[in-house]
Every structure is written in structure tokens, then in C-alpha cells.
């Protein structure tokens, strides 16, 4: 990889056709399309975005070079390259369960307890992305899981949105940990976090045709994306 990447060096001209879905373009995507347009600036990007099925079909077409997101679930013809596990975590304001829970102490449910997230997922506002989503698709599937119906539901299209919602005190959301670490909103001074019980993440991964493994910018790409997700993927392999 290295000899194919000083070669291209030498060049640094071509295109890149990179996939992903609209939430990873807000929160992920710049900083790795800053460092790569730094460092071969000749290249011509072009960022297509869409939701999980719309962005693997344009990759299984062959329409895109590669993609950022979970592994594909057909993979013929499909080279992934996983880079870390992403969970879907809770997240909720403080001021959300004292309302909900006028004569209980907000403090207690700081402390990870199963019956405690459960209690929040069934009493709060719940605030999710339409059904046509991955990230809607999996919140309400791990509901179901738990025979939970929540009392209220907002559904919003945008995950800049469901962010800002839950950031505003508005509800409880269930989101990819990575999305909260990466996006502007600093939660963590905040608001409260937790892992989901019995939830098992999906795979995040980046994807691309088979046939271009050899491509000398792919690789240069791969090597950006690693460095720029560095964190996470050492995080990863601690656990």
C-alpha cells in the first residue's frame, strides 16, 4: 500500500466516487474530506449521500468507488474492510425525566441500571428518524425487542434534527455513539449516556467494488479515513 500510494504521490490526479449516508456526511465526512483534498488536491471528489439501502445499491451497481457505513448485507462482489463496532447508545436530558418522573431524584438515573433505561424508554418523549432509516429502523426494532411502546414519538427526517431535539431537552433519543461523539452538540456535559442493554453494534466498515483493491487512490482514501478514525478503532480493540 505505501509503494502504490508514493506513486500516486507522484501523480495525485484521478477521482473518487465516495458514498455515505447523510448523517456521516455532516458529523464524519469533513474532516476526512479536508485531510484528503490537503494532501492530493488534483483528485476530484464527488460525495454522493443518501440513506443506508440507497447508498449500498448505488455500491453494488458499481456507481461509487467506496463507501463509508455498515457492512452490506450482500456482499458479493463487495470488499469490506471493518473498522470498529458502533452501538447505539441512549441519550437524554436530566431535565426531560424530572419531568416524566416528577418524585423521583433526575440523579439517580446517572447510574447505569437496566430497569432504570428501561423506564425511560417507556415513560419519556421519544425522539427517532423516520421509518425509512437505518438508524429509525433500528431504534424502534430494539423497542419492539423490549415490548416497548413509547408514550410519545417524534419522528424527524434529518439526523442533524433528532440531534439538536434531544440536545434542546425536547426527549430521549437512541443513536449511533459515534454520531454523538463526532456531531458539534456537547452532550457529554450534560446530558445523561448510556449503552443499551442486550444492544449488540453494527460493524462500520468501509466498502468498495472488489475489482478496485488496487486502485492507488482507494488506498490513499483508506489510509485518511484510518488516521482520521484512529480514535475510535484503538478504542475498539481495547474492548
Known amino acids: 500500500m505505501e509503494m502504490d500510494i508514493a506513486k500516486f504521490k507522484t501523480s495525485q490526479s484521478g477521482s473518487l466516487k465516495l458514498g455515505c449516508t447523510f448523517s456521516r456526511a455532516q458529523f464524519m465526512m469533513p474532516a476526512i474530506i479536508r485531510d484528503f483534498q490537503q494532501k492530493y488536491p488534483l483528485v476530484q471528489l464527488q460525495m454522493f449521500e443518501g440513506n443506508t439501502p440507497e447508498i449500498e445499491d448505488l455500491l453494488i451497481k458499481k456507481h461509487l468507488d467506496v463507501t463509508i457505513g455498515y457492512i452490506p448485507e450482500t456482499q458479493k462482489g463487495i470488499t469490506s474492510l471493518p473498522l470498529y463496532d458502533d452501538p447505539f447508545i441512549l441519550v437524554v436530558h436530566p431535565s426531560v425525566l424530572s419531568k416524566c418522573f416528577p418524585s423521583r431524584n433526575s440523579h439517580q438515573f446517572r447510574f447505569y441500571n437496566e430497569q432504570y433505561i428501561r423506564d425511560i424508554l417507556s415513560h419519556c418523549p421519544y425522539i427517532t428518524m423516520s421509518r425509512n432509516t437505518l438508524v429509525g429502523e433500528i431504534g424502534r ?96 480493540g481495547k474492548e
Open 141 to 236: 426494532e430494539y423497542m419492539k425487542k423490549l415490548g416497548i411502546t413509547p408514550v410519545q414519538e417524534m419522528e424527524v427526517r434529518d439526523v442533524g434534527t433528532m440531534l439538536s431535539l434531544c440536545y434542546a431537552e425536547m426527549g430521549f433519543m437512541l443513536c449511533p455513539k459515534t454520531l454523538v461523539a463526532c456531531c458539534h452538540y456537547p452532550f457529554s456535559k450534560g446530558h445523561i449516556i448510556h449503552p443499551l442493554p442486550g444492544h449488540i453494534g453494527k460493524t462500520l466498515a468501509i466498502n468498495y467494488p472488489s475489482e478496485e483493491a488496487k486502485s492507488p487512490i482507494l488506498k490513499a482514501f483508506i489510509q485518511i479515513v484510518r488516521e482520521n478514525l484512529q480514535e475510535y478503532i484503538t478504542d475498539a
